[in-house]
């Protein structure tokens, strides 16, 4: 009789997972569990990932240096190395809970594990990520709707074009937060102060004006309810360089899924200013 | 008879020259007039320029990522051209007052116009440049010994070693102020807030733990004078490239003289957090 395969593991509870190390959340993403990375590890930067050729590395780091906003980078590979400074211990083939394989700007496949899809000629960007500055958020006394609600954030696609470098160019992607109007304002001031995690709101009310028809129907991540006197709050997303990769054809590429991060090593506390 | 050939023009008066526009001052730099710019243009950032072939553009700029208190990087150019997002009007070949010519890493050739070196492989980084909080510095009360004493400002190779980055290594350079010891906090204050033009200081006092054995001999610019209430302040230097294309022995690069800085068309109030 054959053993029987284990399934993914059990997920930890929601009220434990801010509890978990850095270390901790990535052996269970490493053994096969499956879920955004929000709430998970406070006090604890997140990162998204963009893996590229060598070829598209230059491109990649010029389009990042112009457009800081949504690629604040954090860290970049040498090449062909699945590791990063941010997380000495991480495999970036296998510590993340959920990956994305793009050919020719076509998402083929979305997988736990990326070692079987890894290259020697692969450059790794890590590039800071909203969920960073969440922590702050909740200590100002600013409620995360999306936590709340047991939801992925909702990302969106906007009609604003990022500064095109090199063969790259494609459209800023934002996150959005209802944030209630009296707290506006401490949602700006804490998150200015993070600006390698995308700093402050780029955009405050108004999605039309981002071209965003339909805030219940994001691009990215799941819908989130906003309250009567709450106003959605746009930040740059770090998932604009998937949008990138889509529009300006990439040839071959893996990313993180949207919401589903590297949980690093790096406290939160160190991407404050000054 | 031959007319007399006109030699370089006349420099501004001292106290005229914080009050030329970056465009005045760039005309009388591409019409050959030669200084250092600290306290021209008072208002407008200045830049280090480090121009390299484009087979090391990804090499400077992945040093860059991974030494951004020497190396914040304002702009790129795109392969080949002399224009800047940072001044459009100007042409990077000639606006300079002073440029530096290299060959495998040996420093070749002083010029004051460079269209003659350019090659349509090239790529140029503009790199912030601490005399662009200078004016911040003189607004919060801080004197600045070198301006006063009609110098350039005193730079020093250090013992720290960067970051490496591909076939990139070298140390850091950094620039010294001398600060009145009741005047290092406001002086730790005020640069902090301004990143991209290097930020805080990256060390006070104890030049023998950088390295350095004597402060009368700088390695770049003019020794300056420090009084006896004062302070030697180290702050990260754009000309820690120039050290690296020595030490590595880079190909081929053209670079600013150090202290000799293209003066941009950005306001300093725009390199200000947040």
Redesign the interface.
Known sequence: MLPSRPGPPALPAPDLRPELSPEQARAAFREGAVSPTSGWSDGYAQANLVVVPAAY??DV??FA??NPKPCP?LD?SDVGSPRTTLAPEADLRTDLPLYRIWQDGQLVEERTDVSGAWRPDLVAFLIGCSFSFEGALTRAGVPLRHVEQGRNVAMYRTAVACRPAGRLHGPLVVSMRPIPAALVSTAVRVT??M?GVH??PVHIGAPEALGIADLAQPDFGDPVDIGPDEVPVFWACGVTPQAVIEQARVPFAITHAPGYMLITDLPDQKLL??
């Open positions: 590395a230059y780091l010029l240096q112009r980078v970049v200015a102060g600006p700093g402050a200013l000054p």
